[in-house]
Structure formats: C-alpha cells, structure tokens
C-alpha cells in the first residue's frame, strides 16, 4: 500500500517553480511554492542543504496531527553532509499582529506590522528542525537601528489565535541569527523565537487561543532583538493577577507542557529565556551568554513613552511552579535589572543546579510582592557583579544550600533593591 505522505523537496541551486516539488531531481526553487501550498498531517517539507532563500520566508497555516505531524527541516541533495539551509527573509514575511487587547502595561505596544522569516500561525503538530534563520535590517532605506518605530521582527514567530489550543509544536537544533527587530517592544513576535496567544475573533466558538506541549530544544540564538526566546505572552493576561496564581486559570488560559532545553542565546538585545503564563514550565540545560547587550543609553535611546529599560537572563513571568535547572547565565550586561536569574510575578518558582558568572546586575533577584513561594536552592554564583542577590521587597524568598562567590567589593544584597522578607538556609559565601 503506497503512504499518502508526501514530502516536497526545495532546492535553491537546482530547482524550477514549475516542477511539482515532489522529488529530489524534480525540486521547488523557492519558499514561495511551499507557501502556496495545503500542507496535510504527514507532510514533509525538506530544503536542500547549502541553499540561501534571500528575501524568502515561510508562513504555514496548516496542521499536522499528533501520530503525523508536518515536518519541516533538511536534506542533502548529493549524499555529502552541507551546510544548513538559510532562510534570509531580510525584513519580509510581513504579516500583521494584533492582542485584541492592551497588554499590562499602557505603554506596552500590542499591535503592528511584523517580519518573520518562519511563521507558524494557527498551526499545530509541526516539526521544525536544522534550518539556519535570519532576518536583517541592513536593506531598508532610512530606517535607523533604534527607531522609535521600527519594525518587528522574528526568526520564527508562532501565534495561537481562532483555533483554541495549538499543540504540539517542536522546535529543533536551529541556527536563528542576525535578527534586527526592535529593542523596545517587549510583547511583539520580536526577536529569536518568540510566542503569543492573540484574542480570537469569536472566543466562544473556537476556545481560548493557548499553547500547550511546545518544545523548543537545541537551538542557537545570536545577535537577536529584542528577545532570545519567549513562550509566549497572551491577550489573557488579565486572568492571572495577584499573587496566588490558582492551577484553574491555567488550564482554562494558559499554556501548559512547555519545555524550552539544550539552547544558547548569546549577544541578544534584551532577555535571553523567558517562559510567561505557564503551568509548571520546565527550562534546563540553557545557557544565556551576553545578553541585555541593547538595553543601553546607546542603542535604547529613543522609547518615547515605552518603559522597560530592563532584561534579565534566564526567568519566567507569570507562571506557577516553574523548574529552572542547570542552566548557565554569564555576563549579562548592566541595566535597571541586568540579573542572570529573576522569580518575576510568579508562584512557585525553582531554581535548582544552575551556575551563574560575572552577571553584572547580580546572580538572582525576587522581583516584588506579586513573587511568591520562590525557592533557589543547590546553585551556584561565581563573582557575580553589581550585589549577588536582590530581594526587591519580595515576601517569602527562600535561599538554600548555595555557593556565592563574591568579589571584594560587592556587597551581597544589591543597592536599592533591599527590602522585603527571605529566609536563608546553609548558604556558602567565598571572598573572592
């Protein structure tokens, strides 16, 4: 019996538009045929190694299912191991974003225009894997690298929207570079790998537009902005105020099964890992290395009305029960936070066997009161810079068995971030 599964074969060197794409010596030449096309569950969709799609994206509105996902990734037209294939989108894939709502923060932008070299919108059970990604600004005439108004843009943006619960989306040992969004949108699909849930047109017919069973794993994220990577910010923010953060609201409104493992971000403009409105996240085995390089007198010069001059290295917002693990976060760059790790508005946090290296706003901050139940625990801090932990009149901090290495000089509780009340239990300070 012949598989109806097909696989679609593009070739940037070898290939014609009007070949059916349906084998490797009859391949698609462009990104523009793929994105023509009705992808059912079980589709492949493989580009040849050593091909550069300039000016070229993907938009995939299809799904796969959880037994036949749609897969998306490599393949070598010769036999001979190459170079992974580029997607170089240079300020295209344009599409339109829109929360349906303002965000927490007035000053929050939470619609416009973006550029997405990937974009996966609505679309669920898909594979994307071994594809190398950019998405430059150096092509658009007048446009200036800290415009006030810039562009958004992403390597690969996935949005949940008009379908409900988008599941099962995998991200795999990607090379995402060379994004040049904008540094001050916070909340748009702006940077590396970035993740939104928008208010859908009808929320009664299609359900709550969610995230759940999402993995992002062994991707390398540099020179991004603004965000390394970020799953993913919703329209339904307003369910998950105050401190105590019930399980209820996030299985009606939230994102649930989320694994973000096994990446680097390094040089991003703001944050390097952020997993937002989550029920027991797990993040491990990450490493943040230079990021918040944009969040500077220099390059953030022009917000206008915009707050946030501030970033941090591997953190969650909004979650409940999140597990940080041996993770690594060095030198992220001075800011008004500027921390490797940060508990933010959440309940529950872990933060377990993690190392953190000369982070020039400190290793760990509890941010506030709306931060409860937050534990960091069997971590290790080593010359920390700035002040190693910053309480930030948080209530209910717990710091246990961890190791903080500490230059002479550096006092152990931050300036201006005091306050508040923690609990220490069998901590290690070496002068350094």
Not at 6 to 34: E, W
Not at 66 to 72: D, S, V, W
Not at 264 to 286: C, F, Q, S, W
Request: some cysteine; glycine content about 10%; aromatic content about 10%.
């Amino acid at each position: 019996m012949t598989s109806s599964y097909r696989t679609f074969y593009v070739n940037q060197k070898t290939g014609c538009d009007t070949n059916d794409g349906l084998t490797m010596a009859s391949p698609f030449a462009s990104l523009f045929s793929i994105n023509r096309l009705t992808l059912k569950p079980g589709d492949k969709v493989l580009l040849a190694q050593n091909s550069i799609f300039t000016g070229q994206f993907l938009q995939i509105k299809d799904s796969g299912t959880k037994e036949h996902p749609i897969e998306i990734g490599a393949y070598s037209p010769d036999g001979e191991e190459g170079n992974m294939p580029l997607i170089a989108a240079d300020g295209q894939g344009i599409w339109y974003q829109d929360y349906g709502t303002s965000l927490d923060s007035p000053n929050h932008v939470y619609q416009g225009y973006v550029s997405s070299a990937v974009l996966l919108y609505d679309a669920e059970h898909i594979i994307i894997h071994d594809i190398e990604i950019s998405n430059r600004a150096l092509e658009i005439p007048g446009e200036s690298y800290s415009a006030p108004h810039k562009m958004n843009r992403t390597g690969v943006a996935v949005v949940a929207k008009d379908k409900g619960i988008r599941n099962g989306i995998i991200l795999q040992n990607l090379s995402i570079h060379d994004v040049n969004g904008n540094v001050y949108d916070k909340h748009m699909n702006n940077g590396g790998i970035y993740m939104t849930a928008l208010k859908p047109a009808n929320e009664k017919a299609t359900g709550v537009a969610r995230f759940k069973d999402i993995t992002v794993t062994g991707c390398f994220v540099y020179r991004v902005s603004r965000w390394g990577i970020a799953v993913g910010y919703t329209y339904s923010h307003d369910k998950f105020k105050g401190a105590e953060l019930p399980e209820d609201a996030f299985l009606k409104y939230g994102h649930e099964n989320i694994v973000i493992r096994d990446n680097y971000v390094k040089a991003a403009g703001g944050d390097g890992i952020t997993a937002m409105y989550a029920l027991r996240p797990l993040i491990e085995h990450n490493t943040a290395d230079s990021v918040a390089c944009e969040i500077n007198d220099r390059i953030y010069n022009k917000p206008e009305n915009r707050a946030g001059k501030v970033a941090a290295g591997i953190w969650p917002w909004k979650c409940k029960d999140a597990l940080f693990r041996y993770n690594e976060v060095t030198d992220t760059r001075l800011n008004q936070d500027g921390m490797a790790y940060d508990a933010d508005s959440g309940d529950g946090t872990i933060y377990e066997y993690n190392y953190s290296r000369q982070n020039e706003g400190g290793c760990i901050m509890f941010c506030l009161q709306e931060a409860i139940h937050n534990t960091f625990r069997y971590n290790v801090s080593f010359d920390d810079l700035g002040g190693t932990v910053s309480p930030s009149e948080n209530p209910d901090a717990l710091l246990a068995h961890n190791i903080f290495y500490v230059r002479e000089g550096v006092p152990f509780i931050r300036n201006k971030m005091d306050g508040g009340s923690y609990t220490e239990e069998d901590n290690t300070i070496i002068p350094l």
